[in-house]
């Protein structure tokens, strides 16, 4: 199986063309970025997901523009509020823990996306060659609610994309993508270092707002 896997990954890298090298190169860039807590996560996640809108349009892959179309609209959110600051030119949106309230909203977020996508998947299971409802509904819940909870800068936002990571890697190897298997193999272990910086920065903050 292993050896199957590696000569998945080289077929795929010989095929890959430019754009897509340039893809998946800004999405790593992306994550490192957000690790940062650095805007320009914004502008090259854009470059991301727009070319990935290309890329799954070119290819019949209607589900996957669609999701992509998502994030390139909460990267722009995400950047509207990021880059906001008061009288005294501090930024608005800190990093902060969910409270009891905003995990509800998030778990209800994530509930509504990921029965949505998966009824949709189901009925329309015939259109969407290849896709498999419950993986792929719980993947693209996780991540858009990670992608919201990042804009709002939440460390919780990192257990969401942890968990779009686990999943994704399996699934689209099953589905024949060993290089985007690797691709998220990446995020995943940046999505635990993103965790680790974001959750030292939330304890400096409200160490700060204690203080003050």
């Given at each position: 199986m292993i050896e199957q896997f590696f000569r998945a990954l080289v077929t795929e890298l010989k095929a890959s063309g430019l754009l897509e090298w340039v893809a998946v190169i800004s999405g790593i860039a992306s994550v490192w970025f957000s690790r940062a807590e650095n805007i320009l996560?914004?502008?090259?996640?854009?470059?991301?997901?727009?070319?990935?809108i290309y890329i799954s349009l070119n290819g019949h892959l209607f589900g996957e523009a669609g999701v992509n179309f998502y994030y390139t609209v909460m990267s722009i959110y995400g950047w509207v509020l990021w880059a906001k600051r008061d009288k005294q030119h501090q930024h608005v949106i800190v990093i902060t823990y969910s409270s009891s309230k905003d995990w509800l909203q998030q778990i209800g977020f994530f509930s509504f996306f990921y029965v949505t996508l998966f009824l949709i998947l189901t009925l329309l299971?015939?259109?969407?060659?290849?896709?498999?409802?419950?993986?792929?509904?719980?993947?693209?819940?996780?991540?858009?609610?990670?992608?919201?909870?990042?804009?709002?800068?939440?460390v919780e936002s990192w257990y969401w994309w942890i968990a779009t990571n686990v999943a994704s890697i399996p699934l689209y190897y099953v589905k024949g993508y060993a290089l985007t298997s690797v691709y998220y193999l990446i995020l995943l272990v940046f999505a635990f270092w993103g965790l680790a910086e974001w959750k030292k920065k939330a304890q400096t903050a409200k160490h700060r707002i204690q203080v003050n």
């Open positions: 996560v914004y502008p090259v996640g854009l470059l991301n997901t727009t070319i990935y299971k015939k259109q969407f060659s290849g896709a498999i409802p419950w993986g792929d509904a719980f993947a693209s819940a996780t991540a858009f609610t990670g992608m919201w909870l990042m804009a709002k800068k939440k």
